[in-house]
């Protein structure tokens, strides 16, 4: 059964905290939703109702673009243990930009990453938990790879700069993300 709460309780943080893998969702007015798997132990727990991730360059800018138009996002994570559950935090996003004031209040809390591309803030309107019985069991370690790090790297910094003015200026729908605004 689902539960509703209106905080991140200190048990689904550390719920949140032992996940390798979470998903984002955010959706123009018009046009195509996206949903994104996350790594790269980018996620923080910021207090009970702010959470953030490091995004790192990726082949589309779809989340920004879609907070910009209307801030809406849920970020979904889920146990491939043999403990189930599924966690959703829904809310509004913000993007923080390099060039933005509050950069290095927020960067502080992440490990540095090759691409660092912005800071995606959710501010929770509610949580909610369900059962996860229909998630599989995923036996194993899942590790992290290093292919986007090492993509990143060999680019280097003006490299990734040169790749997000080609690839990550406007949504796939054409809708602005602001990325490199001054």
């Not at 993007?95 to 691409?115: S, T």
């Not at 019985?133 to 990734?160: F, S």
Request: hydrophobic content about 35%; proline content about 4%; overall charge negative.
């Amino acid at each position: 059964m689902a539960k509703f709460y209106e905080t991140v309780t200190p048990e689904l943080q550390q719920f949140i905290a032992a996940q390798k893998l979470f998903f984002v969702a955010t959706a123009p007015q018009e046009g195509r939703i996206n949903l994104s798997p996350k790594g790269m132990d980018c996620f923080r727990c910021l207090d009970e109702r702010n959470v953030g991730y490091l995004d790192v360059t990726g082949s589309g800018n779809e989340t920004a673009a879609h907070l910009e138009q209307n801030g809406r996002m849920t970020i979904m994570f889920c146990s491939f243990s043999e403990k189930p559950l599924i966690l959703k935090l829904y809310g509004q996003g913000k993007v923080i930009r390099h060039q933005d004031g509050d950069w290095q209040k927020y960067h502080l809390h992440f490990p540095a990453q090759p691409g660092e591309r912005q800071i995606i803030l959710l501010e929770i309107d509610s949580v909610q938990t369900s059962c996860g019985y229909g998630v599989p069991v995923v036996e194993g370690t899942m590790r992290e790879r290093d292919t986007l790090k090492n993509w990143a790297e060999k680019k280097g910094e003006e490299g990734i700069r040169d790749y997000w003015q080609r690839n990550n200026q406007t949504s796939i729908d054409g809708l602005p993300t602001h990325l490199l605004d001054d």
